[in-house]
């Protein structure tokens, strides 16, 4: 089995673990102590993965340390339609919403990290780097959706979503409002109904997809 | 003189089933749509515990609490108290509802006793709703084609054409929100990067 | 000005391994920068008019910026064999650390909040419960409370009614005693202690005396930490960011028998940092 060295409250595990939800994709899981044991600097896991970063992806002698590149692992290996559309143009665009993932890491994910578990910056340029990442994703989501699209790359959910949807989802953690971005807001949602869709703290379930039960 | 009627969204952006946050002047709002896709506008505030209820979920033509699911009908009532199936809730229960309306694809909201309609938009289709960390005066200064306060409105150049654009103005604490509409049959991705475009113009002018 | 009935409660300021590792925390209590450092060996808690009294319990570190009022309060079972005692560590959340507390007491919220783990629907219904203000320790108990939960923790496998116990021994900190999936003799003990950095931004601290011996360390803490996360953005939007203490600001029910005796024991004591006195 796959296993994912994982932390719950990690932006980039979640992308992980919601890719092989999604995909039907059977994780063994192994927590790690990353706040407040610090485990992923031990020595003991620079190992496994010497830049000291959560997730960690083992399968045999695989060893994956970018979540991109489990996205696109675990795509290849479950489901290749997540890989987007293979037309050069589409093609290029899933790698640009790959690597614009990295950016919403490095704003939005740091000023998650800043406000929730104290971690030490510039609060105010991550928050501000989070604002013009938004407002790019924001541009081009409501282009989508005048060409009556949903998704950020074709006509179905691919790896480009995933990559980018949990730190814009988790954004409000760090002090980020998205009521200023109603495109990306409603891409949010889609994202969140979707099939075997699952949820991490911070992100609240859909109630209004199942019906009120019945009052006794 | 502060208008009755703020447009603070767009029909577009408020699908069935949905709930955002709107404000009127400092006001917080809770603005959702029902099943069968009547829009309302309530104080943005669980009675219960004080939850925002723009977190809330749409069930049918009712907005329910996140936080304990204490559940609304469109009067603005609670009906229902999950923690407490068999009850029924006092009808002393109820969130403060605004006026609110939708008109021309954009969603108007009031203070509850508010009379007449909001100006109406015609020949216009809604583009997008933007946020600037500038004021009103930075972005008349950087398009001189606009004018107005509440609506800026003006025949502006998107595309190498001339074209009708609107943008009405919500305040906000951090700046202000611009609903954007232009002519019905313009590209609306030539207006959109029009919009952009003059937010990144706007807001250097603001900052200058 | 600070009322001396809230000087002279004890406060969580740190995790007492971290401390004791070398670490030094620069923080605050009640608006007030302080220094969490070992000086010779010993935890101390400078504040800008000098070191505050500090004592050291149940993992972490507590300081009183007054003159205390009394010790810190006891949790026996915390010195139990057998028990494995949890950190969990920090989080940081934007709102009264009274009303943090409050929601740790609430479990109406668990189906909509915690859904799947600590609560689903249609179980939604809380039964009722008692709830005093003990005399003898000037505690407010919540006892006999009960609720279904689809996962009631880390080592349950599938539903049970989980019974519990609420009790509340200082304006910010609260313990819970819940079934224990696996001693059914015995109660599994979580307490929250919540570091009032100001009136409206609290550090709260998880904290856990369990009987497991299987659950790896992590596990434990990525539950705990799950469960806590899930409640903060709830927090982080409750209007108004201080806990009304003021009957009309807002409504509770019959299921919010502790957040009642809690509100009213934090009143009758004067212990409002944190509090709004007047509806707004």
């Given amino acids: 089995m796959i296993r994912l060295y994982d932390y719950v409250l990690s932006a980039s595990c979640y992308k992980i673990r919601l890719m092989a939800a999604l995909l039907g994709v059977k994780l063994d899981q192994e ?29 045999g002698d695989l060893i994956l340390t970018e979540s991109t590149a489990m996205l696109v692992y675990l795509a290849q290996l479950a489901g290749r339609d997540w890989l987007g559309p293979l037309d050069p143009k589409s093609a290029a665009q899933v790698q640009h919403w790959l690597a614009f993932s990295g950016r919403l890491a490095a704003s939005l994910g740091m000023a998650r990290l800043h406000d929730m578990l104290l971690y030490e910056g510039d609060i105010d340029a991550w928050r501000a780097q989070g604002h013009a990442a ?63 869709f699952v949820e991490m703290p911070g992100i609240h379930r859909l109630h209004e997809l199942r019906p009120a039960p019945e009052v006794a | 003189m502060t208008p009755r009627w703020i447009a603070t969204g767009l029909s577009q952006d408020l699908p069935k089933a949905v709930a955002m946050a709107g404000h009127w002047q400092g006001q917080d709002l809770a603005v959702w749509r029902s099943a069968t896709g ?12 004080g939850m925002r209820l723009s977190h809330g979920f749409v069930r049918g033509e009712t907005l329910a609490c996140i936080y304990h699911g204490w559940v609304y009908g469109a009067d603005g ?98 700046g202000l929100t611009l609903h954007a509409l232009c002519a019905v049959g313009v590209d609306r991705i030539a207006a959109s990067r029009w919009v952009e475009d ?3 113009r706007a807001e250097r002018k603001g900052a200058a | 000005m600070i009322a001396p009935e809230v000087l002279n409660e004890w406060y969580p300021v740190a995790m007492a391994a971290h401390i004791r ?100 629907e249609p ?90 011996d299987t659950t790896p360390q992590a596990d434990l803490i990525a539950f705990q930490q799950m469960i806590f996360l899930q409640d903060r953005s709830i927090l982080e939007n409750q209007i108004p960011r ?16 502790t957040s009642i005796a809690y509100r009213r024991w934090l009143k009758k004591r004067g212990l409002t940092y944190g509090a709004q006195m007047v509806a707004a």
């Avoid at chain 2, 009547?38 to 515990?49: G, I």
């Avoid at chain 3, 989980?162 to 509340?168: A, D, E, F, L």
């Avoid at chain 3, 599994?188 to 009032?196: A, E, L, S």
């Avoid at chain 3, 201080?242 to 019959?254: A, K, R, S, V």
């Fill in chain 3, 123 to 212: 179980h939604t219904e809380v039964n009722r419960y008692e709830v005093q203000i003990r005399e003898d320790s000037d505690e407010v108990w919540a006892t006999k409370v009960t609720f279904y939960q689809p996962q009631a923790a880390k080592s349950a496998e599938g539903g049970i009614v989980t019974q519990y116990m609420y009790r509340v021994p200082a304006p910010t900190a609260a313990v819970l005693y819940k079934t224990c999936p696996v001693r059914p003799d015995a109660w599994d003990v979580i307490g929250i202690f919540v570091q009032p950095l100001s009136e409206d931004l609290c550090d709260v601290w998880p904290w856990m005396a369990l009987y497991d």
């Fill in chain 2, 77 to 174: 009532v609670c009906k229902h108290i999950p923690a407490h199936p068999a009850l029924t809730p006092p009808a002393t229960i109820r969130v403060a509802a605004f006026a609110c309306v939708e008109q021309d694809g954009v969603i108007w909201v009031a203070p509850a006793d508010t009379v007449g309609a909001p100006v109406a938009l015609r020949g216009l289709q809604p583009l997008r709703s933007i946020s600037l960390t500038c004021d009103v005066a930075a972005v008349l200064a950087v398009e001189p084609a606009l004018s107005g306060g509440d609506a800026l409105r003006g025949l502006v150049q998107i595309g190498g054409q001339a074209c009708e654009v609107c943008l009405l103005v919500q305040h906000n604490a951090a």
């Fill in chain 3, 242 to 257: 201080l806990l009304p203490l003021d009957p009309g600001m807002e409504i509770p029910t019959q299921a919010d028998l």
């Fill in chain 2, 38 to 49: 009547r829009v309302q506008a309530w104080n943005d505030r669980c009675p219960h515990r």
């Fill in chain 1, 31 to 59: 927590a790690v102590d990353f706040h407040p044991g610090r485990a992923h600097k031990s020595v003991a896991f620079a190992q496994l993965n010497p830049a000291g970063t959560l997730p960690v992806l083992v399968d």
């Fill in chain 1, 134 to 196: 938004l407002r790019e994703l924001e541009a081009a989501l409501s282009e989508r959706r005048f060409a009556g699209g949903v998704w950020l790359v074709g006509d179905a959910p691919s790896i480009a979503d995933i990559a980018c949807f949990p730190n814009v989802a988790l954004s409000q953690d760090g002090g980020v409002s998205l009521d200023a971005y109603p495109s990306v807001r409603l891409w949010t949602r889609a994202i969140r109904a979707l099939d075997r």
């Fill in chain 2, 198 to 200: 003059l937010r990144r």
């Fill in chain 3, 21 to 120: 590792a070398g670490q030094r925390r620069v923080t605050q209590l009640l608006g007030q920068p302080i220094t969490v450092a070992l000086q010779g060996g010993a935890i101390v808690v400078t504040g800008q008019g000098g070191a505050l009294h500090v004592t050291e319990a149940f993992g972490h570190v507590w300081a009183c910026p007054g003159t205390p009022a009394h010790p810190l309060f006891p949790i026996p079972e915390a010195l139990e064999t057998g028990r494995r005692l949890v950190d969990v560590g920090v989080v940081r959340v934007k709102c009264s650390p009274l009303r943090a507390v409050e929601n740790f007491l609430d479990i109406a919220h668990f189906p909509f909040v915690h859904t799947d783990v600590l609560g689903a």
